[in-house]
C-alpha cells in the first residue's frame, strides 16, 4: 500500500494553506506531520483523508484518488480522527463509536474491542455532551479503531492534545500496532518528544511548504527543528543513556 | 429495543388513542355546558374528520421538524424556518385577492395558493442555500429568514390593498385551524404522504445518526452528505406543506414533538422519526381537546393559538430544565 502525494495546493480565496507538496509514504509506517500553527497541518490531512479537494494536484491510494470514491467505499479505506470531535443530539460514547461502523456494518465486538483499547469500556454509557475533552477524544480514537481496515489508511489530526500522560502512551502504542498490522498511519502531532519516539517518517511543514521529509531520525534534528520553530533546541541525555529534545 | 423503550411506546400510544377518544367524546352545547358523552351517529364525522387531521398534521409537522433540526444542524430549527409558512401565507392572500379582484371564487384557490407559495419560497431558498457541497446548513437558515421577511412584506402589501372583510378572513388562516369537514379521500391519501415520509426518515435513521457528526466525521463514516440533505429537504419540505394545506401554519409542533420524542427515546433516529410523528400527533391531539374545554364567550379558539401558547412555555421549560435552572 501506498500514498503518493502529488504537487499539491490548497488555497483559500487569497490564503494559500498548502504550497505544491510532493511526498509518499508507505504502508507499515507511521509518519508524523510537523510544524508551526497555521503550517497547514490539517489541510494537508483533510486532504490525504480525501475530504478536502486541493486547488492543484493529486493525493493517491494505491494509484487510485480516494476524492472519486463514494464516501462509503472511501470509509471503508480510510479511518479519519478529527482535531475535536463535533457530536449534535443525545448520543452515548458507545454509540458515537458504533457510527465507525456505519458504511461496514454493525460488529459489537470491534466497537467494544475499541472502547477497551481506549479505556471507555466501563464508561460506554456516559453521553457525549458529558464527557471530558479527554474521554471525547479517545471516543474519536475508538470510532476510528472500529472502522479502520488493517493495511488501510488511518490519518489523525492532533490525536493526543488533550489526553493525559498514560492516555498518551496509550494511544501510541496502538498507533504502532496499527502500523505493524499493515496500515499507514499519519497523524499530526504537536508534541514534538511524542512525534521522535513515534515516527518512521516525518514531513515538516512551514507556511504550507514541505520544508523536511524523510526518515524521522534524519530529519528531526535540534537545528532543523529550531529552525522551523524559530526556538533554540538541544540534545540531552537522561541517566538511561536516551535523548530527548530540549529547549535550553 | 429495551424494556425502557417498549413502555415508552405503550404509554405514548395509549396517550394517542385516549386523547383521539376524548376528541370525539367532549361536547359542548349551545349554552355553553361540557358534557362526555359518545356523539350521535349524525355528528361524529365532524369530530372524526378534525381529529384525523389533528394526527395526520401533527404527525407530518413532528417528523418535519426532526428532519429540518438534522438537516440544519439546529435543535430550534422547525417546518417553517425555511419560509414555507410566509410563502405558503403569501400565497393564499393573493389567491383571495384574485378571488376579489374578479369577483368569482375558485375551488380549492386557498390550497392551490397556499402550496404555490410554499413551493415558490422553498425553491428560492434551495437555490441559494446551494454550494459546491450542496445545501449549506448556515446559508439555509439565513436565506429561510430573508426569504420570510420578503414574503411577510408581501403579505402586508396585500393586507393594506384588500377591504376589512378580507383581512378578517386571512388572519384567522394565519392562526392555523383544524378542518371539520374534508373528504376522507383527501385525508387518507394525506395521510398516506405523511406516513411514507415518515418512513422513509426512519429508513434513513442510521445515516441521520451518523449525520449528527461534524461535516469532516460523518462523511469520513461513509454518508454522502449533499445527497443526504438534499432528500431531507424534499421530505421534510412536503411533509411541512402537508401540514400546510390541511390546516394553515400551526406554530411550535415541529419544534417541540422531536424535542419531546428525542427526551423520551434517546437519538437513535430510527425510533425518533416514529416517536416525532406520535408525539406530534400527541400534541395536536391534545391541543384540540383542550380547545374544547375553553369557553372565552366567542367560540373556540383556533387550534393554532393553543399549540402557540402550550408549547412556547413547554419549549422554555425544557430550555430552562436543560440549563438546569428548574
Known sequence: MRLH??????????????????????????VCVLGPNASGKSTLLRCVAGLQTPTRGKVLFDSASLLRLHPR????????????????????????????????????????????TVDLLDRADTIWHEASAGM?????????????????LLVLDEPTSALDLRHIRVVAEVLRKCASEGDLVIAAIHDVALAINLADTAFVLRHGELVLAGQSSAVLSPGSLGEVFGVDLAWATDDAGKRHLVTP | MKPRHIFVWIVLLALLIATCIARLMITRSTLGELSFVWPDSAYIGYRLVPMFAAIVVGGALGVSGMGLQVLLRNPLASPWILGLSSGAGLGVMASMMIEHSR???????????????????????YLLSRGRG??????????????????????????????????????????????????????????????????????????????????????SVGVHLPSLRFRLFLVSSILAAVGVIIAGPIAFVGLIAPH???????????????????????????????????????????????????????????????????
Not at chain 2, 185 to 190: K, M
Open chain 2, 103 to 125: 369577483g368569482v371564487g375558485f375551488p380549492e384557490g386557498e390550497t392551490i395558493g397556499a402550496v404555490a407559495g410554499a413551493i415558490v419560497a422553498l425553491v428560492a431558498v
Open chain 1, 73 to 116: 467505499e472511501r470509509a471503508s479505506k480510510v479511518a479519519w480522527v478529527p482535531r475535536s470531535s463535533e457530536v449534535g443530539g443525545r448520543f452515548t460514547l458507545r454509540r458515537v463509536v458504533e457510527l465507525g461502523r456505519y458504511a461496514l456494518g454493525p460488529s459489537p465486538a470491534r466497537v467494544d474491542e475499541a472502547l477497551a
Open chain 2, 134 to 219: 450542496g445545501l449549506d446548513p448556515v446559508t439555509m437558515v439565513l436565506v429561510g429568514v430573508v426569504v420570510s421577511v420578503i414574503c411577510g412584506a408581501g403579505i402586508m402589501v396585500l393586507q393594506h390593498l384588500v377591504p376589512m372583510g378580507l383581512r378578517g378572513s386571512f388572519t384567522t388562516w394565519l392562526m392555523g385551524s383544524l378542518p371539520e369537514t374534508m373528504s376522507y379521500v383527501r385525508l387518507g391519501i394525506l395521510g398516506g404522504v405523511v406516513s411514507v415520509g415518515t418512513l422513509l426518515l426512519a429508513w434513513w435513521g442510521p445515516s441521520l445518526d451518523a449525520a449528527c457528526l461534524s461535516d469532516d466525521e460523518a462523511t
Open chain 1, 136 to 152: 471525547k477524544q479517545r471516543t474519536s480514537i475508538a470510532r476510528a479503531l472500529a472502522q479502520r481496515t488493517p493495511g488501510g
Open chain 2, 260 to 326: 419531546g420524542a428525542r427526551l423520551l427515546l434517546r437519538s437513535n433516529h430510527r425510533m425518533l422519526a416514529v416517536g416525532s410523528a406520535i408525539v406530534g400527533a400527541l400534541l395536536l391531539v391534545g391541543a384540540d381537546d383542550a380547545r374544547q374545554l375553553i369557553d372565552l364567550g366567542t367560540g373556540r379558539l383556533p387550534v393554532g393559538i393553543l399549540t402557540s401558547g402550550i408549547g412556547g412555555v413547554v419549549f422554555l421549560l425544557l430550555l430552562l430544565r436543560g440549563r438546569g435552572k428548574v
Open chain 1, 5 to 30: 502525494i502529488s504537487s499539491l495546493s490548497v488555497r483559500y480565496g487569497k490564503l494559500t494553506a498548502l504550497r505544491d507538496i510532493t511526498a509518499s509514504a508507505e504502508g507499515g509506517k507511521i
